[in-house]
């Protein structure tokens, strides 16, 4: 169970990534689209681990490793936004969340 303090964390960093990937890394990813579905971060806030949903790209997997190469790079904007609210910035770690997918291939199954 996560404390009010670790859902407090991990909703502004939601918040915060979202922006940054819509507004700040359109260089970086080109007309990607990256959604933030859910951060979890660790009891001891040092870890984040942020889901992403990947939309408008060929290549998922090569898109999650090129966010993964510039993890850095997000973590300095991010920190840039949120260093007043939060002692340390969290690592970041980026998984492909696909849940979306899974929910429409079972609207593809349910409809035949």
């Known amino acids: 169970m996560d404390s009010t303090r670790q859902l407090k964390v991990s909703r502004l960093i939601q918040k915060e990534l ?3 990937f819509q507004r700040e890394t359109r ?3 080109g007309n990607a689209l990256i959604t933030v579905t859910q951060v979890r971060v660790s009891p ?3 870890v984040a681990k942020v889901y992403v949903s990947l939309f408008n790209v060929p290549d998922n997997k090569a898109l999650l490793q090129q966010i993964q190469e ?4 997000i973590r300095m904007k991010l920190a840039e936004r949120i260093k007043k609210q939060v002692r340390i910035i969290p ?4 998984y492909h969340d696909d849940s979306l997918d ?3 291939r079972i609207d593809e199954l349910l409809k035949k």
């Open 70 to 73: 510039n993890t850095k790079e």
């Open 91 to 94: 690592n970041l770690v980026f």
């Open 18 to 20: 979202g922006e940054i």
């Open 27 to 29: 260089l970086l990813f």
């Open 102 to 104: 899974y929910a429409m």
């Open 44 to 46: 001891d806030l040092s």
